[in-house]
């Protein structure tokens, strides 16, 4: 089945380092995939999304490419700040008729120090 | 336009004890979805419904029920709470499947349980 893994947490950063957080997957076709942020006590907010091969989503500074030969949605920032403290999920929504549902990665904590 | 709200925020249970989670939304979707997040495990789903009046089983569907009887709200029933159900449970919804799956859930703030 589709499945999406993710580099274990935490993941200790200084403010105005460089942040990658790698994730790929393993699904059948071409899924849309996703990164999804979740800061302390709230839900998940869409962070940004990829829907095929090479596209590039973009959002607050965070950057994930789409990457089919190798199956991959690394994200980066290339220089985060305190307020980016956060857990960090990668999902993928598979291309064919699925209800909607996303497959989530174990997610992965981001703590920023000033 | 609150988007999706969840009630409660939390709620302690003891073992064997019954209580049902309300999801919420105003945005007219088709769509809701109840997952619950574990440590170390991301978002597991457990039901879904397509549209009013339909309830679909999840990943992990077992000790749970739902209803679907009004387009706006989800409702995720537990009826003899388990120490295995401490969670926290989010509930999220999307106006239509389609397009390629490139839609995104919009998630509630979820409920944290535990069970004693």
């Known amino acids: 089945g589709d499945s999406v893994t993710q580099m274990e947490g935490p993941v200790t950063l200084s403010e105005e380092a460089f942040l990658t957080i790698n994730c790929t997957y393993t699904a059948t076709g071409y899924p849309s995939l996703f990164w999804y942020v979740q800061y302390p006590g709230e839900g998940l907010q869409l962070l940004l999304k990829?829907?095929?091969?090479?596209d590039k989503g973009s959002n607050k500074g965070f950057e994930a490419t789409y990457r089919k030969e190798t199956t991959s949605f690394h994200l980066e920032k290339g220089s985060v700040q305190v307020s980016d403290s956060a857990v960090y999920f990668c999902a993928l929504s598979p291309r064919t008729d699925s209800w909607g549902k996303l497959q989530f990665g174990a997610g992965t904590q981001v703590v920023v120090t000033p | 336009n609150a988007g999706v709200t969840q009630t409660p925020k939390f709620r302690v249970l003891k073992t064997g004890q019954s209580m049902t989670l309300l999801c919420a939304q105003d945005m007219n979707h088709e769509y809701m979805y109840w997952y619950r997040q574990d440590p170390g495990m991301g978002l597991r789903l457990i039901h879904y419904s397509v549209g009013e009046g339909t309830t679909a089983k999840g990943e992990v569907p077992d000790g749970y029920n739902v209803s679907r009887l009004k387009k706006q709200n989800f409702l995720l029933g537990l009826e003899s709470a388990a120490p295995s159900q401490t969670s926290v449970y989010f509930c999220a919804s999307i106006e239509q499947v389609g397009g390629g799956g490139r839609l995104q859930q919009y998630f509630g703030p979820g409920t944290r349980l535990t069970v004693l």
């Open positions: 990829a829907t095929k091969a090479d």
